[in-house]
């Protein structure tokens, strides 16, 4: 199946400093990638939906100014998590459709643990 | 989409059969069924896929009576490293529509 990866796996940051986490289709060209969070014993919240060459929408109760998103090419698009604080501490997931794909399947990265001290 | 009910947490010991029954009364006529497995700390990863009837792939098969309102993920033989969170989802998914997860079933598996 299709791979998607996610860059960096984890990461630790000060208060107040800014995070850019990458995710990549690396054998087919996504239109749209999605944004997941994901915390401690419970199931994946989508976040966004990232749309190349235009701005991503956001769900509901998800601050588009603290949550960068940027899909500037067909296999990139990148999560940035601005001014962070230790409640945004979580599991980030990023996930493509490989729309050549018979069942339309959703692929997801593994995921970059973020850590906000 | 429509609402999916599963168990919370199921165990089993290695070697038996696994069976996760997923409810999903308000089903749509052009929805599918789909199951995700997830490893801590991991995305998810697709298992199966069905409309109606029975699936079967070298992971998993796939149940879903005529009526369609439920389905049950059936595991072989399952061992320790089957002991995942497993994701049902109901609805057409395409193009840009993201898969929404609900709670999903913890399953334990006991040597």
């Known amino acids: 199946g299709a791979v998607v990866s996610q860059h960096p796996s984890r990461v630790i940051c000060k208060s107040g400093t800014s995070v850019k986490i990458e995710c990549r289709s690396l054998?087919?060209?996504?239109?749209?990638m999605f944004w997941y969070r994901q915390f401690p014993k419970q199931s994946l919240m989508l976040m966004a939906t990232?749309?190349?060459?235009?701005?991503?929408?956001?769900e509901q109760g998800v601050e588009k100014d603290k949550f960068l998103i940027n899909h500037a090419s067909l296999t990139l698009s990148t999560l940035t998590v601005t001014s962070a604080h230790p409640e945004d501490s979580s599991f980030y997931i990023c996930?493509?459709?490989?729309?050549?794909?018979?069942?339309?399947?959703?692929?997801f990265g593994p995921g970059t643990r973020l850590t906000v001290l | 989409l429509a609402k999916t009910t599963q168990p919370i947490s199921m165990d089993s010991y290695e070697g038996q059969e696994v069976n996760i029954t997923c409810s999903h009364n308000?089903?749509?006529?052009?929805?599918?069924i789909t199951w995700y497995q997830q490893f801590p700390s991991q995305g998810p990863r697709f298992i199966i896929q069905?409309?109606?009837t029975k699936v079967t792939n070298e992971v998993a098969s796939l149940f879903i009576p005529a009526d369609r309102k439920s389905s049950t993920l059936s595991l072989p033989r399952v061992s320790l490293s089957d002991t995942a969170v497993y994701y049902c989802?109901?609805?057409?998914?395409?193009?840009?529509?993201?898969?929404?997860f609900g709670k999903g079933t913890r399953l334990s598996v006991i040597a």
């Open positions: 069905g409309y109606k």
């Open positions: 990232s749309n190349e060459g235009s701005k991503a929408t956001y």
């Open positions: 054998d087919f060209q996504a239109t749209t």
């Open positions: 996930s493509a459709r490989d729309t050549s794909d018979s069942y339309n399947e959703q692929f």
């Open positions: 989802l109901v609805g057409f998914y395409s193009g840009n529509t993201p898969l929404v």
């Open positions: 308000n089903i749509a006529t052009n929805d599918y």
